[in-house]
């Protein structure tokens, strides 16, 4: 009998709300930026670590609330006025007199700003003292490394936009023995999607998970 072959179909990612999972580790920060328009002054910074869905959070709102997003490195201030703004990756440097406007013009009619980053606001880099002291006020949204609930949700999602549909012993035991982290398990739902030959299965999951173990003896 002719083996069956699975087609790979692959659905583009989405940042859409629908599909931000949502769990203990980020229900505080989901709950303070669906908060908006009443943040203080303004604004709300998101902070977290990599890959913890901030900027999946981040543009979500950016979408419902008809924000500008502007890019980090020469923001276009201009284009703030009156309205709201998403600026991402702060921590990674943004010149001073453009944030230090923004964040003015977060309280203005109309307007509002959502930053993200790693770190908190305290230890942004900052050389304007009147920056500095804003920076320090910014009412602060931890985004927490994800749980269980979050970690089962990303990976249905990463394997729906392949079109796969494990049975729920493989979610059981990937939860068990992956990276806990949201890159960890977009890159164990593409491996197994580049060993499987038919459908995913536990057994499959076992040989890939212990597949990276053997590698690391290699190094011991």
Request: hydrophobic share 45%; proline share 7%; charged share 25%.
């Amino acid at each position: 009998m002719a083996q069956q072959l699975r087609l790979r179909l692959r659905r583009p990612a989405s940042y859409s709300r629908d599909e931000f999972v949502q769990g203990p580790s980020n229900a505080q920060a989901t709950a303070a930026v669906d908060a908006w328009p009443s943040w203080h002054a303004g604004c709300l910074v998101l902070v977290g670590g990599e890959g913890v869905g901030k900027t999946h959070l981040a543009q979500a709102w950016a979408v419902n609330a008809k924000a500008v997003v502007l890019g980090r490195e020469a923001p276009d201030v201009a284009a703030a006025a009156g309205r709201p703004v998403l600026l991402e990756d702060v921590d990674q440097g943004v010149p001073d007199e453009a944030l230090f406007h923004l964040i003015n013009l977060a309280g203005h009619k109309g307007g509002g700003l959502l930053l993200t980053a790693r770190t908190a606001p305290a230890r942004w880099p900052a050389t304007l003292p009147d920056l500095r002291s804003r920076l320090n006020a910014l009412p602060v949204a931890e985004v927490e490394e994800p749980d269980d609930v979050v970690l089962e949700g990303v990976l249905r999602k990463f394997f729906r936009e392949r079109s796969i549909r494990p049975p729920k012993e493989v979610y059981a035991y990937l939860l068990r023995r992956m990276e806990r982290s949201i890159p960890g398990a977009r890159e164990i739902v593409r491996r197994l999607d580049e060993a499987a030959d038919g459908p995913i299965s536990r057994v499959l999951a076992r040989e890939v998970l212990e597949g990276d173990n053997q590698n690391l003896d290699l190094f011991e």
